[in-house]
């Protein structure tokens, strides 16, 4: 079973032509390397595979559930605040719904509050929190950059920019961190 299939791709910029007569599929489990001289279109290919870029002409289908990670060649933020902010601003949703968790406990000694409502909400959004990683996303920041070789003492103490490149492109993985589990992998 494919979990991609191109077919017939082309990309052009203005005049120029890129690349066409792309085709071919990648089967699950399957590891692929797309390598070539700059300018033969691989970063085009690679947008338009994950769907940041629209081909000229020609499909892209994509299993159902299938999701691609890029990682850019170049970082796409700002060099300010520490690693830590940067990592910890993909799961912005989290502190949010954790602000209304503490609203709510707040609520819950409040003898104007309609009690029933407040831990109905609550119990809701705990569940929901809990079940998509509200309480483990510090720990899986923490995991993703140990693995990349980033020690935990500087993550809030040093500024992104006093890193050099390499490290600047590992800070860039936290996309691939932020994938959340469906129910069903768990």
Request: aromatic share 8%.
């Amino acid at each position: 079973m494919s979990l991609i299939t191109v077919s017939s791709l082309a990309k052009s910029y203005g005049p120029t032509d890129i690349f066409s007569g792309v085709s071919f599929s990648v089967v699950k489990g399957a590891r692929m390397a797309i390598v070539g001289p700059n300018g033969i279109g691989k970063t085009s290919l690679m947008r338009i595979l994950v769907g940041a870029d629209e081909p000229t002409s020609g499909t892209v289908s994509r299993t159902r559930g299938v999701r691609i990670g890029y990682l850019s060649q170049e970082a796409d933020f700002k060099m300010q605040g520490t690693i830590w902010t940067a990592c910890e601003s993909v799961f912005e949703h989290f502190k949010a719904e954790q602000e209304e968790l503490h609203r709510l406990e707040d609520s819950m000694s409040d003898p104007n509050a309609d009690l029933d409502e407040v831990m109905e909400r609550y119990g809701k959004l705990q569940e929901e929190f809990e079940r998509r990683g509200g309480y483990t996303y510090t720990t899986k920041i923490c995991t993703v950059l140990t693995r990349f070789g980033i020690q935990r003492r500087r993550l809030s103490t040093r500024s992104r920019s006093s890193f050099g490149r390499p490290t600047h492109t590992r800070i860039s993985c936290k996309t691939f961190a932020r994938r959340p589990r469906s129910a069903s992998a768990r």
